[in-house]
C-alpha cells in the first residue's frame, strides 16, 4: 500500500539493457490509482520513454517503498525541498492537510521562476488550507523576483524559531538534503525530528 512520501520504480529495457529510475507519486492514499509528476530532459533516457508513451500502454513499476512518510499528524511539520524532492513532500503536505491537527511550511527552491512546477496545486494547497503555508526561494531568480533568493537552507532561522519540536522533511539533490540537515541540527533541531531518505551521505560521497 502507497503511503504519502514513498516512491516507486519505472523499469523497461533500452538498448538491451534494464533501466530502473524512481519517482514519487503525488496522488493521495484511498484511490486505485496515481499519478508520477516526470520532467522531459532531452538526454534523459527515462524521461523521454515515459513521455512518449501513449494512452493504453502499459508500464512496469515497482513496490512502493522509502523512509519518507509522515510520522505525526498531531506536530507541525516543515518541508524543505529542492527540484524534484518536491514530489514526495507534495504528496505528505497533500496528506498533511487533510488529516493534520497543526500547522504545515513548505520550503520550495528553485533555479528560476520557470523551473516552478505544481505551483497551481501548491497555491491552491495554501489557499484552502488556513494551516498551510507554502515560501519559494529561487538561487537565479530574474531581476522582478521579489520573494526569497538562495537556498532553502539560507532561511530556516529566519522562517522557524520551533526548531526543537516541529518535525522538518527533507528533499532534493544530495548536497543541498545533507546541507540543510546540518543546519537543522546548528540550529538546534533533535535527531529525531529530521526525516530524508537517509541515502544522500553515500551519494555525496562517491561524487567526490
Known amino acids: 500500500?502507497?503511503?504519502?512520501?514513498?516512491?516507486?520504480?519505472?523499469?523497461?529495457?533500452?538498448?538491451?539493457?534494464?533501466?530502473?529510475?524512481?519517482?514519487?507519486?503525488?496522488?493521495?492514499?484511498?484511490?486505485?490509482?496515481?499519478?508520477?509528476a516526470i520532467k522531459r530532459y532531452?538526454?534523459?533516457?527515462?524521461?523521454?520513454?515515459?513521455?512518449?508513451?501513449?494512452?493504453?500502454?502499459?508500464?512496469?513499476?515497482?513496490?512502493?517503498?522509502?523512509?519518507l512518510s509522515l510520522k505525526d499528524p498531531d506536530r507541525d511539520i516543515a518541508l524543505l525541498a529542492s527540484g524534484t524532492g518536491l514530489t514526495p513532500l507534495l504528496s505528505i503536505l497533500t496528506q498533511?492537510?487533510?488529516i493534520g491537527n497543526g500547522d504545515a511550511h513548505l520550503v520550495f527552491g528553485e533555479r528560476t521562476v520557470d523551473?516552478?512546477?505544481?505551483?497551481?496545486t501548491l497555491e491552491e494547497l495554501a489557499?484552502?488550507?488556513?494551516?498551510?503555508?507554502?515560501?519559494?526561494?529561487?538561487?537565479?531568480?530574474?531581476w522582478?523576483?521579489?520573494?526569497?533568493?538562495?537556498?532553502?537552507?539560507?532561511?530556516?532561522?529566519?522562517?522557524?524559531?520551533?526548531?526543537e519540536t516541529r518535525d522538518f522533511y527533507v528533499c532534493g539533490v544530495p548536497g543541498m538534503v545533507i546541507e540543510t540537515k546540518d543546519e537543522l541540527r546548528n540550529l538546534g533541531t533533535p535527531e529525531e525530528r529530521i526525516h530524508s531518505e537517509g541515502w544522500e551521505d553515500d551519494a555525496v560521497a562517491k561524487e567526490s
Not at 530502473?20 to 507519486?25: A, D, G, L, T
Not at 538526454?43 to 523512509?67: C, V
Not at 537552507?153 to 520551533?162: T, W
Open 1 to 36: 500500500m502507497l503511503e504519502p512520501g514513498q516512491h516507486t520504480t519505472v523499469q523497461f529495457e533500452a538498448d538491451g539493457k534494464d533501466v530502473v529510475r524512481p519517482y514519487s507519486p503525488t496522488t493521495p492514499p484511498g484511490t486505485d490509482e496515481f499519478a508520477l
Open 42 to 67: 532531452d538526454d534523459g533516457l527515462a524521461s523521454s520513454y515515459m513521455h512518449s508513451r501513449s494512452p493504453g500502454d502499459e508500464i512496469e513499476i515497482g513496490e512502493f517503498e522509502g523512509n
Open 96 to 98: 498533511y492537510a487533510r
Open 115 to 120: 523551473s516552478i512546477f505544481h505551483w497551481s
Open 127 to 142: 489557499t484552502m488550507h488556513d494551516n498551510v503555508e507554502v515560501t519559494y526561494t529561487l538561487s537565479d531568480p530574474e
Open 144 to 163: 522582478d523576483w521579489l520573494d526569497r533568493t538562495g537556498y532553502v537552507q539560507d532561511h530556516l532561522e529566519d522562517l522557524f524559531d520551533d526548531f
